[in-house]
């Protein structure tokens, strides 16, 4: 009882050696919950969080640069982009950065005359003597929201592998946005917007970005809007030309776009 009578003390606990602290904290967590630490759930940043830094730890480089980034070296992502050096490990991208990651809506679930809902996992399948080989493929996007974002294209078998192949060409892909601001008189500190307009192509999608004042919000299609969203810009007006329902042509002419803003000079 009596040890149950100190766990419950608050200021016992901050008067406590921090060494003691770290003793009772599990226990204190238990009385506070009533389940064992263990047991408890996690949430998904966190769980995501963790098995980043798994991945990191237990990353053996192989390349030359991999090897510079990993023993410190090289501690800017863009360093690496501005020499225009090649990236061949998702692992480096991401010791450097804290990326986010979304899926990009390019495939459409079966429905009645075509009004299918849409869905991240396009399904297509192979005629072949042993009968129907089905594969899916999707769209992945990844971004620090600070000036970095990456598209990639993975395709296999399964849903999972194809998603876990997808980002890890978009952490290859990554490439960095300057961002500007509509008006001069704003604070330089926070950037919000694409610094003069830029035109992106892929196909025959053509996306025309422009600066926008801030509170405008991201006037352009919701696939667009995420890929903005991960780069950091807030705040842009949008012009589109061709067949823009091809997601994945929309997509990369938006990185396309997003790519001559470290190219052009105001």
């Keep these: 009882m009596a040890e149950k009578e100190s766990i419950n003390k608050p200021k016992d606990l901050i008067e406590a050696v921090p060494e003691e602290v770290e003793k009772i904290a599990p226990a204190v967590e238990e009385e506070i919950t009533g389940k064992p630490r263990r047991f408890q759930r996690r949430s998904k940043e ?19 640069l991999g090897k510079a980034v990993k023993s410190g070296e090289i501690k800017d992502v863009d360093e690496i982009l501005s020499n225009h050096k090649k990236i061949l490990e998702s692992e480096l991208v991401e010791l450097l950065l804290k990326l986010d990651t979304d899926l990009l809506l390019v495939g459409q679930a079966k429905g009645k005359f075509g009004g299918g809902k849409r869905r991240a996992w396009r399904q297509t399948q192979k005629k072949t003597m042993e009968g129907n080989v089905v594969t899916f493929s999707c769209v992945a996007v990844v971004g620090d929201k600070k ?120």
Excluded at 47 to 60: D, F, G, L, P, T
Aim: with cysteine; charged share 30%; glycine share 10%.
């Design 46 to 64: 966190e769980e995501a969080e963790e098995a980043r830094k798994n991945r990191i730890a237990s990353w053996v480089p192989k390349t030359k």
């Design 147 to 266: 000036g970095h974002v990456g598209l990639g294209f993975g395709e296999a078998q399964e849903t999972l592998p194809a998603r876990e192949k997808a980002i890890r060409k978009a952490k290859l892909n990554v490439i960095k946005v300057i961002r500007g601001w509509e008006s001069k008189e704003e604070d330089k500190s926070d950037p919000h917007t694409v610094p003069f307009i830029v035109e992106g192509k892929c196909g025959s999608v053509r996306i025309k970005l422009i600066p926008a004042p801030r509170g405008t919000g991201l006037v352009v299609g919701d696939e667009c809007k995420k890929i903005l969203r991960l780069a950091g810009i807030k705040d842009v007006y949008s012009k589109t030309f061709g067949q823009t329902r091809t997601t994945l042509n929309l997509a990369q002419a938006c990185i396309d776009a997003l790519t001559k803003t470290g190219k052009m000079k105001q």
